[in-house]
């Protein structure tokens, strides 16, 4: 019999793992509400085409590292009009919530070093992050990782995160022109590696063949390959991610995998989907701008056709996820200015930020571009509740999941739920038998917490290290994540 032992870590309801039986609850996936404009990139070395944002918790602060870009076609859609090169940026936040842009002093543009650009020589975009490695040397704790020379992944490093110097070669078998990412993960002593790749007729052993890149209408699926490695310089042969055996193939631009900061043991992607729907022409005219989009459409049609939106996934070994078909964000009401491809491309990275409801809880924030290729694209903030991405949900007909045995350690169990007035969530620790256990039934809990403690009449802490299953009932009710924990001590 297999028994899951969580300590007492966190658990997310984000899937199916720790169901042994379920009836009448599902997994239901949440999405995240906007709340405000958190930077306009309308300085003259941003523009329309600024995007690939990467936030970085950072000494108390959030650095928010991204390209700075400018496209535009003439009128006759014929050539490249207004335009200049990518530069990559770096603004900073106190509050998660608004980005000041810093004073670099670093590239020159338009004469002046007055501007807060960091590189001036990335073709496409450049990934940062810290490395938490307790290995890594000083002068190595910043890391970007861009696709350059010979259209391979290139390794930058910083002492500062601001000063990066390009170092060598990290990989060559990828197509990097997208958002590659990296971290270190502290639960598995090993660094992660998620990039592109592609597959199909005009690839070539993951890369793009010669001239396919830009190829308009093809068939060709960008896919998202993971690779590991304990010292950053030797890596694991490259995986595909597998997301099940019945997954529709769907083409991925960005995966944004990260370790989900709250229960380190779980990743969490947010990957871009695109779509070509050009076959889908009735539906141009009738969009947002359409003048605009004929012009894109006359010059690389593709980007006036194509279209693209976020999903999610998580997993719990980086290799095996569980990606919803429906989007997690979508382009929205039509406004003028969307449903064009580079829509929906999220921030990498989240912050826990304090709610704009006095006496509420803190709030997850995220970040995400709008205005795509049309004006200055504005990083917009959204917010989702704490462990919200996903929960088990229940609708008013009372369900039960029992969990798969169970070794907890700790004192206490607290639950982040939500019920209607009318909504409960009940749980009783049941024995190896399946029987209820006396004295560890919750009775009907009901309201509306991310950190509600369950009340038993008995001492929870003597069931601790013993094979236990919980059987949870719900109706109208939502658990989004639960744990086991010890009671702070004092003295």
């Given amino acids: 019999m297999e028994i899951v032992n969580i300590g007492s870590r966190r658990e997310v309801c984000w899937d199916e793992a720790l169901m042994d039986t379920c009836e009448g609850v599902r ?46 076609v003439n009128e006759d859609g014929t050539g490249i009009g207004t335009h200049h090169p990518a530069m990559m940026c770096v603004a900073e936040s106190k509050d998660g919530k608004t980005f000041k842009r810093i004073n670099a002093g670093i590239c020159a543009y338009w004469g002046s070093k007055e501007n807060n650009i960091l590189l001036d020589y990335i073709r496409d975009n450049i990934y940062f992050f810290k490395d938490t490695n307790p290995d890594c040397p000083p002068s190595s704790r910043y890391k970007g990782l861009a696709e350059h020379e010979g259209s391979n992944l290139w390794l930058f490093e910083s002492a500062d995160g601001v000063h990066f110097e390009k170092v060598r070669l990290l990989c060559d078998d990828g197509a990097y022109d997208s958002m590659n990412v990296c971290f270190w993960d502290q639960e598995e002593k090993q660094y992660y590696l998620f990039y592109r790749g592609v597959h199909g007729e005009g690839t070539v052993d993951g890369k793009w063949a010669p001239g396919q890149g830009n190829a308009l209408h093809n068939t060709i699926i960008r896919d998202v390959r993971v690779r590991t490695s304990k010292d950053f310089i030797t890596w694991s042969e490259p995986k595909m991610l597998d997301y099940g055996p019945e997954a ?9 995998v990260q370790k989900y ?34 012009k894109l459409m006359r010059f690389k049609g593709r980007s006036g056709t194509a279209f693209t939106d976020a999903t999610i996934m998580t997993s719990r070994d ?5 990606r919803t078909d429906e989007a997690f964000m979508t382009p929205g009401i039509e406004r003028g200015s969307n449903w064009y491809y580079g829509d929906n491309y999220l921030c990498y990275g989240m912050a826990e930020t304090a709610s704009d409801i006095p006496g509420a809880p803190n709030e997850i924030s995220m970040y995400m571009g709008v205005d795509y290729r049309v004006k200055p694209v504005t990083l917009r ?11 088990w949900r229940c609708d008013y007909k009372p369900g039960k999941i029992i969990t798969k045995p169970l070794h907890f350690d700790g004192e206490t169990l607290n639950v982040n739920f939500a019920t209607s007035a009318l909504g409960f969530v009940r749980i009783r620790l049941l024995d190896q038998n399946g029987s209820p256990i006396e004295g560890y039934d919750s009775g009907r809990l009901f309201g509306d917490s991310v950190d ?13 290290g013993k094979m236990v299953r919980m059987e949870i009932t719900m109706s109208d009710a939502d658990l989004y994540s639960f744990r086991f924990e010890h009671l702070p001590k004092f003295g």
């Avoid at 509600?452 to 601790?464: G, S, W």
């Fill in 27 to 72: 997994v239901e996936m949440h999405r995240p509400e906007y709340r405000n404009d958190a930077l306009v990139c309308d300085e003259p070395w941003e523009g329309n085409c600024s995007g690939y944002f990467v936030l970085l918790p950072d000494g108390g602060q959030f650095r928010l590292y991204y390209r700075g870009s400018q496209w535009d």
């Fill in 452 to 464: 509600r403690e369950v009340i038993f009449k008995k001492a929870l802490a003597e069931l601790a």
């Fill in 318 to 322: 980086g290799l095996h996820f569980r």
């Fill in 248 to 256: 529709e193939e769907m083409e991925l631009y960005t995966n944004q």
């Fill in 381 to 391: 903030r959204y917010v989702i509740r704490l462990d919200g991405f996903f929960s």
């Fill in 261 to 294: 900061y709250r229960a380190n043991h779980m990743f969490i992607g947010f990957p871009t989907r695109y779509i070509d729907r050009y076959q889908d022409e009735v539906n141009f005219s009738q969009l947002p701008d359409w003048k605009h989009r004929q």
